[in-house]
């Protein structure tokens, strides 16, 4: 990337200090890695870029390729790394409990287990206290959409337009976006208006949106549902959150029809709002059942489901199994995570860096038209980038070449939303406000050579 040619152009950043050198690599290259994957795996999406990246090591923020190159990991692979990538805490409470014992399946007692379901209980308000583990987010939500459907004796479920929960078929169902959706049997879910700010016809009344699903109950079911699920942020559908006020009476609807309310925090929990443990909370909702997955294990696989003990109830005579669900590695794992978000303050420093990435992304903003809108909360951040700020017209290839140039300069960078517009800024929780600072101006320069 050439330096700028105007004295008043944005000049080429450089990446903070950080001290860690990987260990020399000698595997194979990326090309012959990306031969294998052609061959022998799935033909799932790589990422973005020209030139797929063979990330080979990790540590706190930072990602490295095999030949050394450090890069600012602004993804958190996927809102998924909590702590820091390699954790030395993490790592050793995984090394010291597979030395002890790898695998136990819940038939039998095991402390980790315990204490970590404990531990995980005591950041819920009310009577959430019983948790069920699984491997993973889709986990988590098919089991509370079920725990929900044989609760309430019903079988509808609302969910919000431009959602994300998972895909396999019960949680596919939920989810709400066409390019998440296959062609499967997903019956008695129906899909509310989105209370987005941004483009939703509503604004940000959020009460207008929440009529919708007094409607969808009133035409579209018995006027008896089994469960509302959302996430308090939608981070896939592109890190926007609910209109002030959705919440609260969309709960209330759904209770008054007999369903349960989920919130689905497998993005927005475990600090990463900042403002809030959980994502509800900013909310002033309680929801009846919690799914989790992603931060709670910095990236070991590992879901949860929390409820009350009367709706726990409800898998007390039938055989719920998961092989793999709470493996005291896993669990090791999330406990250190709760110790090191508590110990680091990992909250509060979502808070305070967040805060300030978002100022700074907003004065961006200002400068560049392209940039339609910024918001999230914490350390969960979207911009959504625009042809023109009236149409809103999505600027799907820009946003592309812009990724590219930040991979140029170091940084990885997420993008997501309906139409692929949007960034998606979730980095481990350990992000400092000198990676903000290179972050917005590492964009700044990609932008000004728009
Ligand atoms: N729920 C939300 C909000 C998610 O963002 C995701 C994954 O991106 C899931 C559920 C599914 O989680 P997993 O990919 O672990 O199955």
Redesign the pocket.
């Known amino acids: 990337l050439a330096q700028p040619c105007h004295e008043n152009e944005p000049i080429l950043p450089k990446m903070p200090p950080f001290d860690y050198t990987p260990p020399p690599y000698t595997g194979p290259s990326a090309d012959e890695i990306l031969a294998k994957r052609q061959q022998f795996l799935s033909p799932a999406v790589c990422h973005f870029f020209k030139n797929p990246l063979n990330l080979v090591d990790g540590k706190m923020q930072y990602l490295f390729d095999e030949k050394g190159r450090r890069y600012l990991d602004a993804f958190g692979g996927?809102a998924t790394v909590s702590c820091g990538h390699c954790h030395p805490e993490v790592v050793d409470a995984i090394v010291n409990q597979t030395k002890r014992l790898q695998h136990s399946t819940i038939l039998y007692l095991n402390p980790v287990i315990a204490d970590f379901a404990e531990a995980l209980a005591s950041k819920f308000p009310g009577d959430l206290k019983v948790v069920f583990f699984t491997n993973?987010?889709?986990e988590a939500?098919e089991l509370a959409l079920m725990m929900a459907r044989l609760y309430t004796g019903c079988h509808d479920v609302v969910s919000v337009r431009n959602g994300?929960?998972?895909n396999a078929s019960g949680t596919m169902g939920a989810t709400a976006q066409s390019s998440y959706k296959f062609n499967v049997v997903q019956t008695g879910v129906h899909h509310a208006q989105n209370p987005d700010q941004y483009r939703g016809v509503f604004g940000s009344d959020g009460l207008k949106y929440a009529k919708d699903v007094d409607d969808i109950i009133t035409y579209g079911t018995s006027g008896r549902v089994a469960a509302f699920i959302a996430?308090a942020i939608q981070?896939?559908g592109g890190i926007l959150e609910l209109a002030p006020g959705y919440l609260p009476a969309v709960y209330s609807t759904i209770r008054k029809a007999g369903g349960l309310c989920i919130a689905?925090e497998?993005?927005s929990g475990f600090a990463r709002t900042g403002s809030h443990f959980w994502g509800f909370e900013a909310h002033g909702v309680v929801p009846d059942i919690v799914t989790m997955?992603?931060g709670i294990g910095n990236g070991i696989p590992l879901?949860a489901v929390i409820t009350t003990p009367d709706i726990a109830k409800v898998l007390t005579h039938r055989t719920y199994f998961n092989t793999y669900g709470g493996n005291p590695v896993c669990t090791a794992a999330g406990l250190a995570v709760l110790n090191i978000i508590e110990k680091e303050k990992l909250q509060q420093n979502a808070f305070t860096v967040g805060s300030y990435l978002k100022q700074r992304l907003t004065s961006l903003k200002d400068k560049y038209e392209i940039i339609g809108d910024v918001r999230g909360r914490g350390l969960m951040l979207g911009v959504e980038l625009v042809m023109d700020r009236e149409l809103k017209t999505p600027a799907k290839a820009e946003i592309l070449h812009i990724m590219e140039q930040m991979k140029d300069m170091g940084i990885l960078i997420g993008k997501g939303g309906f139409f692929g517009n949007v960034f998606r800024i979730t980095p481990p929780l350990c992000f400092t406000k000198e990676d903000a600072d290179f972050l917005v101006d590492a964009m700044d320069f990609a932008l000004s050579k728009m």
């Open positions: 996927i993973s987010g889709t939500n994300y929960h998972g996430e981070g896939v689905d497998v993005q997955a992603k879901g």
